[in-house]
């Protein structure tokens, strides 16, 4: 399935797939919020609720989307 970005806000986008509309929260998911429009718009659905931005190197699930809570937000310094 393709995966499209519908819109884009100052507080998150929207993302069309699997005849579904999920939002991404810029609070949630702040890796997404000072990035290009190209950069954002360029998402692979890759199967299995798995979505990809190559650009940005970001890999998210639509469970993750749909339940941001449940998958906080970690960092690691290597």
């Known amino acids: 399935m393709k995966a ?3 819109n884009i806000s100052a507080f998150g986008l929207w993302i ?3 005849e579904k509309e999920f939002f991404v929260d810029f609070d ?3 890796w997404f919020k000072n990035q290009s429009i ?3 718009t360029q998402v692979e659905n890759q ?3 798995h979505l ?3 650009n940005l190197d970001i890999d998210l699930s639509l469970n ?3 339940n941001p809570d449940k998958y906080p937000l ?5």
Do not use: H, R, V
């Not at 970690?74 to 290597?78: G, L, V």
């Open 28 to 30: 949630k998911f702040p």
């Open 74 to 78: 970690t960092y690691s310094a290597k």
């Open 64 to 66: 993750m989307i749909e």
């Open 47 to 49: 199967g299995f609720g």
């Open 4 to 6: 499209e970005i519908t």
């Open 52 to 54: 990809y931005w190559k």
């Open 16 to 18: 069309l797939t699997n």
């Open 38 to 40: 190209a950069d954002i």
